[in-house]
């Protein structure tokens, strides 16, 4: 990969952070997608999948809390509404 660069080594890089997400190793593939982006010409379409897979992992974890403790529940919904008003406001 040392040989690639500019926008091909972007994709390396991005590809190379699929495969360590999907190997669950999630620190080491933000690290290749934070690369990525900054080599990018083009880097809100790799921002988006990034915050995407976050978001999603985040309220998977929400989501399972709320199961293991239904008493969660209430405070939970506040907590992703303020999130939610948070994002918005950005």
Known sequence: M?????EARAEL????ATLYRSAGRTGPARDYCAQATNLSRRPVPLL????AREASAALNAWRRA???AATLRARVRERLLALAVLLVEV
Do not use: I, K, Y
């Open 66 to 68: 709320v199961a293991a």
């Open 2 to 6: 040392s040989a690639a660069s500019g």
């Open 48 to 51: 988006l999948a990034e915050l």
């Open 13 to 16: 890089l991005a590809r190379r």
